[in-house]
Structure formats: C-alpha cells, structure tokens
Nanobody, 127 residues
Framework: QMQLVESGGGLVQAGGSLRLSCGGS????????MGWFRQAPGKEREFVAT????????AYADSVKGRFTIARDNAKNTLYLQMNSLKPEDTAVYYC????????????????????WGQGTQVTVSS
C-alpha cells in the first residue's frame, strides 16, 4: 500500500511560480514510478509529467514542457513539481500518482497505469 499526500498548491498570478510536493508513505517509495496529473473543471484528468523510480527518466506534456520540472528525493519519500511561468490555463487540481512494479527506467503517461493516487491540491492562476 502507498499513501500519497500533495501540498503546495495555492493562488498565484500569471507568470508566477509554485512548487508542489507529494509525500509517500512506506519504505518502498523508491521502487515506484511517479507522475503528476491535473484536472480542470469540466475537463478530463490529463497527464502533466512522469519520472522513473531512479529519477533518470522524465517526460512532460507538451503544454508544460520547458516550464515545469518533475523531480524526486527518494531519501525523503517525496515527489516534486516545480511550476514556472504559470498561465491561467494551468488552473486545475493537481494529483500525484504512483505506479508499482514499473519497468526499468520507465515513466508512464496514462492515468490507468497508476495504482495509487493522492487527494489533489488546487492550483489557481489569475490573469
């Protein structure tokens, strides 16, 4: 079992920055591939970024590439999402997710590939 808790969301002006954190329970955090997803009102949940268990592989949605950075600290059981140059269209609830038994060096972009989810944290970007 893995429990995930997001934090760091809030209200920010366009062009600003936020850093989201996701804390994982248990001693096996480092064995999970991780991902960030988001869901805006009236829209489906969408992929934002993913990172392999070791942190060596990352991938991003085109809409956030060059602005967002995913990272992890396995010693602290924590996943991060640094969000810069925020836009109003980034407004959403952001979720972290964990995939157990990932392939070596892989990240995952589809929500149904993940086994565990956090409760989400709201990010609101004002224009």
């Amino acid at each position: 079992q893995m429990q995930l808790v997001e934090s760091g969301g809030g209200l920010v002006q366009a062009g600003g920055s936020l850093r989201l954190s996701c804390g994982g329970s248990g001693r096996t955090f480092s064995s999970y591939a991780m991902g960030w997803f988001r869901q805006a009102p009236g829209k489906e949940r969408e992929f934002v970024a993913t990172i392999s268990w070791s942190g060596d592989y990352t991938a991003y949605a085109d809409s956030v590439k060059g602005r967002f950075t995913i990272a992890r600290d396995n010693a602290k059981n924590t996943l991060y999402l640094q969000m810069n140059s925020l836009k109003p269209e980034d407004t959403a609830v952001y979720y972290c997710a964990a995939k157990e038994k990932p392939g070596y060096g892989l990240g995952y972009t589809f929500s149904d590939e993940y086994n565990y989810w956090g409760q989400g944290t709201q990010v609101t970007v004002s224009s």
